[in-house]
């Protein structure tokens, strides 16, 4: 009998050995991340490591700057990386301090922006604007911001951004109860060699994605949702920037889903820099009351060279649509689109030389922007109202207009002057309905679109791994 309780107790500590040594590898359980980047890096971190708490209720943005802090001595040291686990993680605005960098996202993680405006430093205003672009005040940082970095990766296995911009959206709607712009969710200064990719961005307060002054730049592979009545939320905003691709992105907006930018009227002339060399495929937009793609309307810095394809709207405002004034000077030239595909659109084509929205009363007048190369074919456009609606400047007409290949479906109710043209001079060839007679029809015309290859499409990813 004690020989049988011997046995019996020697086989219930073996069991709960074994249970205890299962519990222990469960807690010890490693988890394995693949993810494709510009590069990959030597050293890694989790948030949790610092403090963090992902209850959706404990501020870490102290956590977030000490992780961020402690990281940045391996930046010459095979960079490292922050990953953000399962959880929702509250933080105010906090800034990528270190070049050679990855923040990364687990599925199921959720950063949440604070609601706390004492949680967000504010920033003197962008110098090619001369002032927030919401108000004349100075303007809040970015929810994650940075300046002067090189090799900067902000991706996931599409965890989720969230911006909670329903408090800001109410007080930029209430007279007199912001004077400070409000912040966007992602903003990369002064910097090159960016990703930003595989993601989902939701609710921002203001623009989602603002690179600026910034080159080399990869935007691939983001969702971005906010509610089509909710203001500015432009999804992706490439401003002064050089080198940039973006692709395979799904955009439900405010605003314009991607507005390209480069800084407004004299102050914008001043600082002189353009955005060019701007690869955008394979995007889909969803936005009644704005762009799928605006090219404007601060275009001060000038817009050169940009080519768009494989361009899906539905239920949109307009196609690509060019927003320029008297004040703004530069240009937007060598534009150059094709194989878009539009469902339930009010313009098909616009362009808007009557603007005029203004940083302060010191603009030029004598500053004209130059509109000129602009080329779109092959279109295929169900239940439109408006074929186009095309308006230059006066003694400043919009020149070099291309459209071929544009097959145009109107609603039932369309209205009668389908053409809208002023002050414009271009040709088409095979549209439909007829166009208007400034854009002269001449057979057999293709218009251009670049078949050389630009250095942001010679990228390679690699295949980063961590545990």
Not at 125 to 154: E, N, Q, W
Not at 228 to 247: A, H, K, L, Q, Y
Not at 423 to 440: D, E, F, M, Q, R
């Amino acid at each position: 009998m004690d020989q049988m309780k011997v046995v019996h107790t020697i086989s219930a500590i073996l069991i709960l050995g074994m249970l205890s040594l299962r519990v222990a590898e469960c807690r010890t359980a490693k988890v394995s991340l693949h993810y494709r980047a510009i590069n990959c890096r030597k050293h890694s971190a989790l948030l949790t490591d610092f403090g963090a708490v992902g209850d959706g209720k404990t501020s870490n943005t102290k956590a977030f700057k000490a992780a961020i802090h402690s990281l940045s001595k391996y930046a010459s040291d095979g960079g490292a990386q922050l990953i953000v686990p399962p959880g929702k993680w509250l933080t105010g605005s906090f800034n990528l301090t270190s070049s050679h960098f990855t923040l990364f996202l687990e599925k199921k993680a959720v950063i949440l922006a604070s609601q706390d405006e004492s949680e967000w430093p504010q920033v003197p205003p962008l110098p090619s604007y001369g002032r927030g672009r919401d108000a004349y005040g100075g303007r809040f940082s970015s929810l994650i911001f940075g300046t002067h970095l090189t090799d900067v990766v902000i991706t996931g296995n599409n965890g989720t951004i969230d911006g909670q911009g329903a408090t800001w959206w109410k007080k930029f709607r209430s007279d007199g109860f912001l004077n400070v712009t409000r912040p966007y969710m992602i903003e990369l200064m002064h910097s090159n060699q960016i990703q930003i990719s595989n993601l989902t961005l939701i609710n921002s307060p203001s623009w989602f994605v603002h690179p600026v002054y910034s080159s080399d730049i990869l935007i691939q592979g983001l969702t971005i949702l906010a509610p089509v009545d909710s203001p500015n939320t432009d999804g992706v905003d490439p401003d002064s920037c050089t080198n940039t691709r973006i692709e395979d992105c799904f955009i439900v907006s405010g605003d314009d889903c991607i507005a390209v930018k480069s800084g407004w009227d004299q102050y914008g002339i001043k600082y002189g820099m353009p955005t060019k060399h701007l690869i955008i495929r394979r995007l889909t937009c969803i936005s009644p009351d704005s762009a799928t793609i605006a090219l404007g309307s601060e275009m001060s810095g000038g817009i050169q060279d940009v080519r768009a394809e494989d361009i899906t709207a539905i239920d949109t405002q307009s196609g690509v649509r060019i927003k320029t004034a008297i004040g703004r000077g530069a240009y937007v030239k060598d534009i150059y689109v094709r194989r878009m595909t539009f469902k339930t659109m009010k313009y098909v084509f616009w362009m808007s030389g009557a603007y005029n929205q203004h940083p302060d009363a010191g603009f030029d007048p004598n500053a004209l922007p130059e509109i000129q190369g602009i080329n779109y074919r092959d279109v295929v456009a169900e239940n439109v109202t408006y074929s186009a609606r095309l308006d230059g400047m006066a003694n400043n007409p919009f020149t070099g207009i291309c459209i071929s290949n544009a097959t145009i479906t109107l609603t039932e109710k369309p209205k009668d002057l389908q053409w809208n043209c002023t002050n414009i001079a271009g040709v088409t060839s095979n549209v439909s309905p007829k166009p208007c007679s400034l854009l002269h029809v001449k057979e057999d015309v293709v218009c251009p679109f670049p078949e050389d290859q630009l250095p942001i499409d010679d990228i390679q990813l690699k295949t980063c791994s961590t545990t």
